[in-house]
């Protein structure tokens, strides 16, 4: 993990910094939060930055995110009192770190916030099956395309190449290419020179050079424009860029690893994603099975899960019941590990307890798990009548949901399935337009819409469905 340290050095900050080495951080120092700013936009990356409570924490944050530069901050500082704490966290710090320090918070906070670790955890054959090839091609030069449905873990596998592959010691850098705006997204990837565009006030290093002699991740690739992929079919072949604004090229020497949830065979077919560029990402694929093609597992994620935020929460871990178990291998998991992962976040902090039972364990609507696997409880019989069994219910159910769109226009149909399935997706987009079907572009025009007149949208759940111990992709 790189980590960056914006403050005076001295003292006690200097002592938290030796226990960030320790812990494996890679460790750079400026003392003002503009100079913090300045290397971030030259490529010298941060994981993490470390601030000083004393410096302006709210300007920094500013100052980075006015340059698309978003890395997590945590505030420190000795002789703190409670409400300079609380200042810190209001002003976007993720954590606040009381100095003299202790190693295991800085482990925990290290480990929390930068999410770093992230281990390849599975049991079962059919991942089993991936990982070896996986680790066969991890020290080749190969370019790789990880495909798999939301939230399977492509990004934790495009980590794990890393991890194994001769550039470990060097930048892993993840771009998600479905996030970007199109018309900023090649200045995050090449860079731009001062004075390209309106806002550009200096040279800003893109993400191809930050990942020199390492690993770049382009994840969601197939949400990328039809112009941009010509421009990185020549950096994958000729190992060269252009920075926007730039008069020479810029060389660099990096290994590509692209993911995708859609086919993107059938996105050629269509015009939409070239089919050179496919072949130049996709020498070797590395296709993850969704989560409920893999039962065996289900319990060893879950046990993953709930020692990590036990321990990020800073509450004893408590075992799953076997009852719970049952539940949880019979669930059908639409969204995959991320939401497996969501929902033991949140049995964790509902557990009451000696064990996690089922009441603890909760879907997104707020129901508990449920031994029939659905986690949908069907509607009670009318007065009088006969429970004709799973059949019956399912008509029942059927029924309901027909009545309860009578009446309604397409676009309100529509609109009410959007945002139901973002709240399903606890706000995350990539995941909802997966499961309707679209693309995230068409997901924004629509949520962009429905915010103009005034509806809610929601946020990603970042806190909960963000981290990842293993693989939210």
């Known amino acids: 993990m790189r980590l960056l340290v914006v403050g005076r050095l001295s003292g006690q900050l200097a002592t938290a910094v030796k226990m960030a080495m320790t812990h494996g951080a890679k460790v750079s120092h400026v003392e003002r939060g503009d100079q913090a700013t300045e290397q971030l936009r030259r490529g010298q990356g941060a994981d993490l930055l470390m601030v000083d409570y004393r410096v302006d924490i709210a300007a920094l944050i500013s100052a980075n995110e006015a340059e698309r530069i978003h890395v997590p901050v945590v505030a420190c500082g000795v ?225 993953h899960f709930v020692k990590k935020y036990a321990a990020a929460n800073g509450v004893a871990p408590r075992a799953i019941s076997a009852e719970a178990k049952r539940a949880l291998v019979g669930h059908r998991w639409a969204g995959n590990v991320r939401e497996l992962e969501n929902a033991m976040h949140r049995a964790v902090l509902l557990a009451t307890g000696a064990e996690i039972d089922l009441e603890a364990i909760r879907l997104p609507d707020g129901s508990p798990l449920s031994l029939g696997g659905g986690g949908v409880s069907a509607p009670a019989a009318t007065h009088g009548s006969v429970d004709a069994g799973p059949a019956a219910r399912a008509a029942q159910t059927a029924d309901a949901v027909s009545r309860a769109y009578v009446g309604q226009t397409v676009a309100q149909m529509e609109k009410t399935l959007i945002l139901d399935t973002l709240n399903h997706c606890l706000g995350n987009r990539t995941h909802a337009a997966n499961i309707l079907g679209i693309s995230i572009r068409t997901l924004r025009n629509k949520l962009n819409e429905y915010a103009d007149e005034g509806t809610s949208i929601p946020a990603p759940q970042s806190g909960v469905a963000g981290a990842s111990g293993y693989a939210a992709a």
């Open 79 to 303: 002789d703190a009192n409670a409400q300079e704490a609380a200042d810190a966290i209001r002003a976007g710090a993720k954590e606040f770190i009381p100095l003299p320090p202790e190693a295991d918070l800085i482990a925990a906070v290290l480990a929390a916030v930068a999410d770093d670790e992230r281990p390849m955890v599975s049991a079962d054959p059919s991942m089993a099956a991936v990982i070896k090839l996986a680790d066969q091609v991890a020290k080749s030069e190969a370019s790789i395309l990880i495909t798999g449905e939301s939230g399977v873990g492509k990004e934790v596998m495009a980590r794990h190449l890393h991890q194994g592959s001769r550039r470990a010691s060097k930048a892993f850098i993840s771009v998600n290419c479905a996030a970007i705006p199109d018309n900023l997204l090649e200045s995050e990837l090449f860079g731009h020179e001062k004075g390209a565009f309106t806002g550009a006030v200096a040279r800003r290093i893109g993400k191809f050079e930050e990942a020199d002699g390492g690993t770049l991740l382009l994840d969601e690739i197939s949400e990328m424009d039809a112009r941009l992929q010509a421009k990185l079919l020549r950096a994958i072949q000729e190992r060269v860029i252009d920075r926007v604004g730039g008069s020479a090229p810029v060389k660099v020497d990096i290994r590509i690893i692209a993911t995708s949830n859609r086919d993107l065979a059938k996105a050629v077919a269509e015009g939409t994603f070239r089919e050179d560029l496919l072949y130049r990402l996709n020498v070797v694929n590395l296709r993850l099975p969704a989560l409920r093609e893999r039962p065996g597992d289900i319990a060893v994620l879950a046990d």
